[in-house]
């Protein structure tokens, strides 16, 4: 039932504070400040090395994920796309940890590269939103999303709710390896409690989102461009526009610009900045001006500081609440869903049943 919605898309967008918090209800105990798994008795201290496989908007969560990992838990992260993972020969040694990530838990890569990492011993852990699915049922430790049934083939909530298990998760990695001291275990805790209310923060600006629709909706070719946890957020904006608007979009790495796809820019191509104010703001807006500088049409999604120090450059900015670094990718992939489907909706495409595609790719 789609509700006030025209699209389950639409509607799934919107759900997104409620199913985060109802996710993360599973994995934090705000009053004690501490993050635990639903399963708290697997021992987490002697993994050595986390390899995360998954595919699509799934494997950007993890993308994301291998940032928490290293930087809270100071543990070595592999990662690959899972067709990729199946048909090489990854070094999987003991005490590793493999780590998949999937929406329907039935994608045949991804459950392939699972029961590979199964007979090669690894430890097999899974992010999954159907708890009754194959890749549920084979897992040592299951991390649910309580997304509930996400309908639309563009996947939104779930990958919102991927993103709060994992950080979640990273924490708990942390403390288990002694990385994270109760202070810091605290302050995560409490920045994730904080998701939900940012999350609808950035869905406010859904009205402003659908009048710049049509700026993007003429292109042909459309860049995003993100750094360090942003990054993954440009991949993910650029498979939700291609996916659901048949337009052709590339996400990259904002420092990578200059090593060949400049090259495409002039005043034709719009380029999506995903840009925070932090400690990466400065480069991400020197890459802006170089884009700039040759005519691209900008498109600044920042924060109220990020967009008065470099908001003059671009022909739109989407401003998105203050909130803690750890929680940006979530809030940030909201205007990155709305642009999608606005512009999806202003070329008149198949929103929630996009031509080629499928909800669960069955099929190696
Ligand atoms: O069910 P899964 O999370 O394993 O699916 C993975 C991809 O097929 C999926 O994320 C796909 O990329 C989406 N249609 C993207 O919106």
């Known amino acids: 039932d789609k509700g006030n919605h025209r699209h389950f898309m639409q509607k799934e967008i919107f759900e997104q504070p409620v199913v985060v918090a ?13 993050v635990a798994l639903p399963i708290p008795e697997f021992d987490l201290a002697e993994v050595k090395r986390v390899t995360i496989v998954a595919c699509g908007t799934s494997y950007y969560a993890g993308l994301v994920a291998k940032y928490w990992f290293e930087k809270f838990a100071r543990v070595p992260v592999d990662i690959d796309v899972a067709s990729e993972f199946r048909y090489r020969e990854p070094v999987l040694e003991p005490g590793g940890l493999a780590l998949f990530i999937s929406q329907s838990g039935e994608t045949a890569d991804t459950l392939a590269a699972l029961r590979h990492c199964r007979a090669e011993g690894q430890k097999i852990a899974v992010v999954v939103n159907v708890p009754t699915s194959s890749m549920a049922r084979e897992a040592d430790l299951l991390l649910p999303t309580n997304a509930g049934p996400e309908i639309g083939v563009a996947s939104t909530k779930a990958f ?13 990695l942390a403390r288990a390896k002694g990385k994270m001291t109760a202070e810091e275990e605290r302050g995560i805790v409490q920045h994730l409690a904080e998701a939900p209310a940012a999350l609808n923060a950035a869905l406010a600006h859904d009205e402003e989102i659908e009048k710049m629709a049509p ?59 995903i840009a925070p104010s932090g400690p990466l703001f400065e480069k991400t807006v020197s890459n802006m001006q170089e884009v700039a500088a040759r005519g691209g049409r900008i498109v600044l999604i920042s924060d109220a500081v ?19 670094p750890l929680i940006q990718p979530l809030v940030y992939a909201v205007p990155v869903q709305l642009l999608a489907y606005h512009v999806a909706v202003a070329k008149g495409t198949d929103v929630d049943q996009p031509r080629n595609l499928a909800k669960s790719v069955t099929v190696e």
């Not at 990020?306 to 803690?324: F, N, Q, R, S, W």
Request: one cysteine or more; proline letters at 6%; glycine letters at 10%.
């Open 22 to 34: 109802q996710t993360l209800q599973a994995y934090l105990k705000p009053l004690d400040g501490k």
């Open 160 to 172: 919102t709710c991927q993103l709060a298990v994992l950080a979640a998760f990273a924490a708990n």
């Open 215 to 273: 700026l993007v909706a003429v292109a042909r070719d459309v860049l995003y461009l993100g750094r360090g946890p942003d990054y993954p957020m440009a991949l993910e904006g650029a498979l939700k526009l291609k996916e659901i608007s048949y337009i052709h979009a590339e996400g990259y790495a904002a420092g990578e610009m200059k090593h060949g796809p400049i090259a495409l820019i002039d005043d034709s191509v719009p380029v999506i900045v």
């Open 306 to 324: 990020g967009i008065a120090k470099a908001g003059d450059g671009a022909v739109a900015t989407i401003e998105m609440p203050d909130c803690h």
